[in-house]
């Protein structure tokens, strides 16, 4: 008898274990680190990684920067134009500033991500495949940089998917990415 | 009430032996169990009502609540269900695998009954406090994330629930140590130390719960003026993660104890099962991580080394238990003379109209396949940007929480019934099936909600996915798999019902009996020879568990292939 009810006496660490659990413990051993080498690996060989610094900023002097940065855009009907590489935005209740904004298809950005007030996320996808949407948290008092290139043209779809109020179903913002 | 907590006849000591499991049982522990353990059930009743309005309202062709209800809901529905029905339960197991399973009275009883007044007083805290949320403040789903606001009342009731669990658990800790005293050279029963475990590994999570709720309350209050979002999410997730893997602890302590006692399963190797517990205490408070991988200021090599348990730790743990529970049935049945013939005679003999053991075996399994798989590929720090906060995420813990932990709660009550409280199950025959349907039912739910999360990228904690204010936008490509969302959650509700329907049904009008032995298998004094359990082939068990790492490498590739469509990040 071997109950799991029973208090037990005696050298119990030298029962033998059986065959088949030893193969399975082994199995266990070697797919826990093929999940992890293949996890670390993809850092190194893979495309998608939210690998970026993060700084410290209030979000006035965030505002501040946004501001700047709009002035240095060209701001069309549809959307800001960035001058550059960088590209500015933030969330807040209930809509994301710096948005719509008109990116270039192939061309690296480096993507300032923060909040001005409380938690976000920035859950995009474009129009023609919702299976391909990614989610990032956003946080007031940090300035996440973020390098991003979008290879398909097309629209992006951006909604908040952390609960910020009552409003906050209604966040929406879109990315153009043209030819 | 008072009857049904007080019935029972002890001897002069206050000890009873209980027919089914041979245990010498006091009358304070039974007591207190039951009380924790019909607490949990009433909770269950809240959150499952509370669960109609959060299902029905993201089934937008019903669309019950409008927003400000609907958040209101999905609180009541977090705190009742995740927290209240889990943790009520959780002390009344601490209680099982402690006084009860030692042979102990329970020491203290005064502090278990301030624990528990408290841990009541502190619920209704919280549940007025959602109810009666108010602008500025904001319900506070179960996360309260600061800096939104949430009612001053809520988190003064949070910290009092965490101090009501901690004084609840004293009387757990004090056993462990009595019994250690008096036989120092006795190891515990493998029930006892994996609730013991459970206690170290919920004392941690709830320190953390006070180092989390009380700056945030002072900060509510306007004692401390700043509070910042990362550093709360960081505190927060040890207690809203660690309180998770109480649950996953307590869950396995009862697969081993309930599989024992109905299934007739031994423990194959007590130095694995063992083990494994150990790697969950080390190992298992690193999943806090699961929930940052998508947020700054957190590098990539503190994502990876964190939300893989340090190299997958903790789930070679499970790995193990996933084996050893299954085997356990298996050599022990296999021993006792049930269908020992072919790879699965021991499974087909096993019996699938008791609801106590169909409710537990059911829920180890799809704890493995839905909730254990999709937990450790949105786990994986890369996958998760396409999981996080998306209606994938709830999905995944519906996985865990509801499918293997409720459903195995759902099992004790039905061994409690006849056990404890000396009802027969009222409504046999709706009894026998509920495990199936509730399994069935919540299982179809869940996976509409991964597949709605992570295949069309549905955001959680909304009301309604089918418009957007000044945008043509919107999830109504999804609607079908909505559909049948739908439908499966209001049939995973009824199921739900039948539950309560038959607890309470047993309770108020259940036969009265005197030896439950009588209405529950005899197993656990079965065993025609007498070989070691470990020789027993485990063969069915090895075939099992090799189909399950099958179905977890098709969904870990077919999850980085998604990734791997993607637009170049980072």
């Known amino acids: 008898m071997s109950s799991p009810l029973k208090p037990l006496e005696g050298n119990w660490w030298a029962i033998p274990t059986s065959r088949h659990e030893k193969i399975w413990v082994w199995i266990s051993v070697v797919w826990g680190l093929i999940l992890f080498g293949w996890m670390v690996g993809w850092s190194f060989f893979g495309a998608q990684n939210q690998h970026g610094p993060t700084y410290r900023i209030e979000p006035a002097a965030y505002r501040a920067k946004l501001a700047a940065y709009r002035e240095a855009s060209t701001v069309t009907e549809q959307g800001l134009r960035p001058a550059g590489e960088d590209v500015y935005i933030a969330a807040m209740r209930y809509g994301f500033d710096g948005l719509p904004v008109i990116l270039k298809a192939g061309k690296t950005y480096r993507l300032h991500l923060t909040s001005y007030d409380v938690q976000h996320g920035l859950s995009i996808r474009p129009e023609h495949a919702l299976s391909k949407q990614v989610t990032f948290q956003l946080l007031p008092g940090y300035e996440w940089v973020i390098p991003m290139r979008f290879d398909e043209p097309g629209v992006y779809h951006v909604v908040c998917n952390e609960f910020c109020g009552i409003g906050h179903r209604t966040m929406h913002g879109i990315f153009i990415v043209e030819e | ?570």
């Open chain 2, 1 to 570: 009430m008072a009857g049904l907590l007080l019935s029972g006849t002890y001897d002069a000591e206050g000890f009873r032996t209980c027919s089914v499991t041979g245990l010498r049982i006091h009358r304070d522990v039974e007591r207190y169990v039951k009380l924790f353990a019909l607490t949990a059930v009433v909770a269950l009743l809240i959150g499952g009502i509370s669960a109609i309005f959060v299902a029905l309202t993201r089934w937008e062709v019903i669309g019950l609540a409008d927003p400000p209800a609907f958040y209101k809901w999905l609180s009541i529905h977090a705190w009742n269900l995740l927290i209240f029905w889990m943790v009520f339960m959780e002390v009344a197991i601490l209680y099982i695998g402690g006084p009860l399973v030692l042979g102990r009275p329970l020491p203290t009883p005064k502090l278990a009954g301030i624990g528990y007044l408290l841990m009541l007083v502190a619920a209704l805290m919280i549940n007025h406090a959602i109810a009666t949320t108010e602008a500025p403040d904001s319900a506070p789903l179960l996360t309260s994330y600061a800096p939104l606001p949430s009612p001053p009342l809520f988190y003064l009731g949070v910290i009092l629930f965490i101090l009501g669990v901690i004084i609840a658990a004293l009387p757990f800790f004090i056993t462990i140590w009595q019994e250690k005293q008096e036989y120092p050279h006795r190891t515990l029963p493998l029930v006892s130390f994996g609730a013991f475990i459970t206690s170290i590994i919920a004392l941690e999570a709830l320190l953390g719960g006070l180092i989390t709720y009380i700056p945030t309350f002072l900060w509510r209050i306007g004692v401390v003026e700043h509070i910042d979002a990362a550093w709360y999410r960081q505190m927060y997730w040890i207690i809203g993660h660690g309180s998770q893997q109480i649950n996953l602890a307590a869950m396995i302590t009862v697969w081993y104890f309930l599989t024992h006692v109905v299934g007739g399963a031994e423990v194959v190797s007590e130095k694995l099962s063992r083990t494994a517990f150990i790697l969950y205490l080390f190992f298992i408070n690193m999943g806090a991580a699961h929930h940052l991988l998508a947020d700054p200021g957190v590098h990539m090599s503190w994502k990876h080394w964190n939300t893989s348990y340090a190299v997958y730790g903790a789930v070679l743990a499970s790995m193990i238990h996933a084996f050893a529970i299954p085997a356990g049935l298996e050599a022990g049945r296999r021993k006792r003379g049930f269908g020992r013939q072919g790879l699965f005679g021991w499974l087909w003999s096993a019996p699938w109209g008791n609801p106590v053991f169909s409710a537990t075996v059911l829920g180890i399994i799809m704890f493995g396949f839905i909730g254990g798989i999709s937990g450790v590929v949105m786990g994986q720090t890369q996958l998760n940007l396409t999981w996080h906060n998306t209606l994938g995420v709830p999905g995944h813990f519906h996985g865990t929480v509801v499918l293997g932990t409720t459903l195995t709660f759902m099992a004790l009550v039905y061994f409690a019934l006849p056990v404890l409280f000396n009802r027969d199950l009222a409504f046999k025959p709706l009894a026998r099936i509920q495990p199936y349907f509730y399994a069935v039912a919540m299982g179809l739910a869940t996976i509409m909600m991964i597949y709605l999360g992570v295949l069309y990228g549905v955001p959680r904690r909304h009301p309604s996915v089918m418009s957007f204010p000044g945008t043509d936008f919107s999830f109504a490509a999804a609607s079908p798999l909505f559909a049948i969302f739908g439908v499966a959650a209001i049939l995973a509700l009824i199921a739900g019902a039948s539950f309560l329907l038959v607890a309470v049904g047993s309770l108020l009008f259940g036969k009265r009996i005197d030896n439950p032995a009588l209405v529950m298998p005899l197993l656990i004094s079965g065993g025609s020879d007498d070989q070691p359990v470990h020789t027993y082939s485990m063969q069915g068990t090895l075939t099992l568990t090799l189909i399950f790492l099958a179905v977890f490498a098709v969904i870990y590739i077919v999850n980085w292939y998604l990734l791997g469509r993607l637009w170049a990040i980072g």
